[in-house]
């Protein structure tokens, strides 16, 4: 069963009146940054919000533009390539969560949190599972960072053309896995999620 957004919004009241949602898109691609937004949505209901994931690209890139125009704060943050190589993927999203949730600008009653535990946060905070699903303002929160991420993959895509970021993503697709193997990698691969397919001292 589908839930709505009134739902999500609902679901967010129970703690407290100012809630700011964290999450972040791009942790599985092979290339490219990991994008993380916090965002502490306004008191009126953007129609449609949903976990970005559900959204089609069109969509997403509508509410965007509702969301950071409408939303009480927000931030985004950008964790490279090379940073996600030396200290993670996990890790690195941890870096990106507790800078977006601590540089928010307003203090909320609450941050929801999409799945990771053990962020060093300076407000009260909870993990919740699929709280893009479950959540209102981590809804927001995914359709910021996806949209973020997405514009910076399409950039990318314009400088390394044969590799086609734009369609998908720098995500592992059987195109894009053929084209690193052809080409090898280039400045933004995760030499950390590609050494099961290539081997640059080879």
Do not use: W
């Not at 407290?16 to 092979?30: C, F, H, K, W, Y």
């Not at 990991?34 to 969509?59: F, W």
């Not at 962020?119 to 929160?141: G, P």
């Not at 910021?144 to 399409?154: E, F, P, Q, S």
């Amino acid at each position: 069963m589908k839930i709505t957004t009134q739902e999500l919004y609902d679901f967010d009241r129970q703690y407290g009146n100012i809630v700011a949602g964290v999450d972040e898109a791009g942790r599985g691609p092979l290339a490219g940054p990991v994008a993380v937004a916090c965002c502490i949505p306004g008191k009126d209901i953007i129609d449609g919000v949903n976990d970005s994931k559900k959204l089609s690209e069109k969509k997403r890139e509508e509410l965007y533009e509702k969301i950071i125009n409408t939303c009480l704060s927000y931030r985004v943050e950008i964790i490279d390539e090379k940073t996600i190589d030396r200290v993670n993927i996990l890790n690195a999203i941890k870096i990106g969560m507790e800078n977006a949730a601590n540089l928010i600008g307003i203090t909320p009653d609450i941050v929801l949190i999409d799945a990771v535990k053990g962020l060093d946060l300076k407000y009260n905070s909870c993990s919740i599972i699929k709280a893009d699903a479950k959540s209102y303002a981590v809804a927001c929160a995914s359709i910021l960072a996806k949209v973020t991420r997405d514009r910076i993959m399409r950039k990318y895509d314009e400088i390394y053309p044969q590799y086609g970021f734009i369609k998908h993503k720098g995500y592992g697709t059987a195109a894009h896995i053929a084209a690193i193997k052809k080409y090898g990698p280039c400045e933004i691969h995760r030499r950390t999620f590609i050494g099961n397919f290539f081997n640059e001292q080879t």
